[in-house]
T-cell receptor, first 116, second 120 residues
Framework: AQSVAQPEDQVNVAEGNPLTVKCTYS??????LFWYVQYPNRGLQFLLK??????LVKGSYGFEAEFNKSQTSFHLKKPSALVSDSALYFC??????????????FGRGTQLTVWP | DTGVSQNPRHKITKRGQNVTFRCDPI?????LYWYRQTLGQGPEFLTY????????KSRLLSDRFSAERPKGSFSTLEIQRTEQGDSAMYLC??????????????????FGDGTRLSIL
């Protein structure tokens, strides 16, 4: 079965400090991994993806994520947090094989709060 | 920027009524998805279309739910005889995939702002 875990419901960080939002996954075969951000009463905005290749992927708004196959993790990072980064962040996975062609499997989300 | 458009943004209805939501995907995207999101949870997959063909349905999609994408462009999601438990945000997403035989796609899904359904 495919699943995503985001072990922290909330992450709080001071502006200017580095941030990390954690994600681990379980999937059949190789994973396609994604991070999305959601602001209140809005849909999800795509931040970045890992398909293959370099384990460190860079995305929108200065975010990056590191894929670690042995730990089945895909943690989201940013070197210097901004107050405007405060939002709900979702990790998602899609397997590269199996019977489910289209669906993404999402974690429960992590609320990031960056205080001034 | 023409993104995924969903209408209405909010729907309030009484239990037992039927509701229909519309999704207009990004124009060149041939794949369209519906998800449901409840408070404190991530989106849960409902169904997926490639062009006009509905290729995958979740067990969450009971017989009261039906989705269509008649011309491979916009899609509608209808819920019949609504129940309290149907209250949620309904999200539509679209992506670009290879045409022809359905296949795995590594393209990101782009989401609309959703329709929030409240059942009184």
């Amino acid at each position: 079965a495919q699943s995503v875990a985001q072990p922290e419901d909330q992450v709080n960080v001071a502006e200017g400090n580095p941030l990390t939002v954690k994600c681990t996954y379980s999937v059949s075969g190789n994973p396609y991994l994604f991070w999305y951000v959601q602001y209140p009463n809005r849909g999800l905005q795509f931040l970045l993806k890992y398909i293959t290749g370099d384990n460190l992927v860079k995305g929108s708004y200065g975010f990056e994520a590191e894929f670690n196959k042995s730990q089945t993790s895909f943690h989201l990072k940013k070197p210097s947090a901004l107050v405007s980064d405060s939002a709900l962040y979702f990790c998602a996975v899609r397997p590269d094989r199996g019977s489910t062609l289209g669906r993404l499997y999402f974690g429960r989300g992590t609320q990031l709060t960056v205080w001034p | 920027d023409t993104g995924v458009s969903q209408n209405p943004r909010h729907k309030i209805t009484k239990r037992g009524q039927n509701v229909t939501f519309r999704c207009d995907p990004i124009s060149e995207h041939n794949r369209l998805y519906w998800y449901r999101q409840t408070l404190g949870q991530g989106p849960e997959f409902l169904t997926y279309f490639q062009n006009e063909a509905q290729l995958e349905k979740s067990r969450l999609l009971s017989d009261r739910f039906s989705a269509e994408r008649p011309k491979g462009s916009f899609s509608t999601l209808e819920i019949q005889r609504t129940e309290q438990g149907d209250s949620a945000m309904y999200l539509c997403a679209s992506s670009l995939g290879r045409s022809g035989t359905p296949s795995y796609s590594n393209q990101p899904q782009h989401f609309g702002d959703g329709t929030r359904l409240s059942i009184l």
